[in-house]
């Protein structure tokens, strides 16, 4: 418990480097590109930024602090709970990995050439290096037997649609297992698998189809159905979503000093913080007037 308090003083004093709407309103309004960068260092990303500054890869000074937050987890010893907190990037991750070696197949294959680190999430609780051990060196460390366990259903396997589903299935059960008898911890992830599962369902059902699979949801499917654009549905339930699981981890960790609700809620909004600012920097590249970019952000949560 000790460890876990200590994780949550060292992320209260990283909360006022969560992006603000004055700090965004800045960012949109720098005169140029370079001076947008800049506002990074405020942001938790000094180092990161410095770091990258000759090219102002941006995406890499972002990728690199979501990163160095991730690694609180292990600092103090609580490893366990961040594959609850990154279980949709493993997911992602595994799935990538699937398909590159299902695209390589027959092909002489090595880290170097089978996948990029930039393609790969560098914040969930599978490591580039591990994944890379585990799928193609067939070589897994002990801490991670679970994934050996995980190749090998995958194996049995015979189309990528029954991969996709199995990783899915047992990544999600892994961390279920992990959360034990917090309600919170299974509360968090009900609510991962839900945003999930509706993403993916929104692309092929109609709003009567998808009240019915989620009748809890009614009115929340209500909202974003009222709209006939199939991609103006996705934008506004990834929005809409993204309330409620703010709203969700806010309410969850406010006054409390020694609970995961904390770590979480800080994770969540730097992880939702970053997609932010990698739109707002890419927009300030582009030319994109400010004007025409705060009209984008409107709905913008923080």
Same mark, same amino acid.
């Given at each position: 418990m000790s460890q876990l308090i200590h994780a949550v003083a060292r992320i209260r004093a990283m909360e006022s480097e969560l992006?603000?709407?004055?700090s965004a309103n800045r960012m949109i309004s720098a005169s140029s590109f370079e001076s947008a960068y800049a506002v990074l260092d405020e942001l938790g990303y000094a180092k990161e930024s410095s770091s990258f500054r000759d090219t102002y890869n941006y995406e890499g000074a972002i990728e690199a602090g979501l990163f160095q937050t991730s690694q609180i987890f292990k600092a103090f010893g609580i490893e366990s709970v961040q594959k609850i907190l990154t279980v949709v990037f493993d997911i992602q991750n595994i799935i990538l990995y699937i398909k590159a070696l299902d695209k390589h197949k027959g092909s002489d294959i090595n880290s170097e050439n089978l996948l990029d680190a930039s393609e790969v999430i560098s914040y969930g609780?599978?490591? %580039? +290096?591990?994944?890379?051990?585990?799928f193609i060196n067939k070589s897994i460390n002990a801490v991670y037997s679970e994934l050996s366990d995980l190749i090998?259903?995958?194996d049995t396997c015979e189309t990528?649609?029954? %991969? +996709?589903?199995?990783?899915?299935?047992?990544l999600f059960s892994s961390a279920i297992k992990s959360a034990g008898k917090n309600k919170f911890l299974l509360s968090f992830l009900s609510r991962i698998q839900f945003n999930k599962s509706i993403k993916e369902d929104i692309l092929i059902d109609s709003a009567e189809v998808l009240e019915k699979k989620y009748p809890e949801y009614k009115e929340l499917i209500t909202r974003v159905c009222k709209n006939t654009s199939k991609q103006r549905q996705i934008v506004d339930l990834e929005i809409l979503l993204d309330e409620e699981m703010v709203s969700f981890l806010k309410k969850e960790s406010a006054g409390n000093i020694d609970g995961f609700e904390?770590?979480?809620?800080?994770f969540w909004r730097k992880e939702r913080n970053s997609r932010v600012i990698r739109s707002i920097l890419l927009a300030k590249k582009s030319g994109i007037s400010p004007e025409l970019i705060k009209a984008d952000f409107d709905a913008f949560i923080f």
């Open positions: 992006l603000t709407q004055n609780y599978y490591s %580039k +290096e591990v994944l890379d051990n585990a090998k259903k995958i990528l649609s029954e %991969k +996709e589903d199995m990783v899915e299935s047992e904390v770590l979480f809620s800080f």
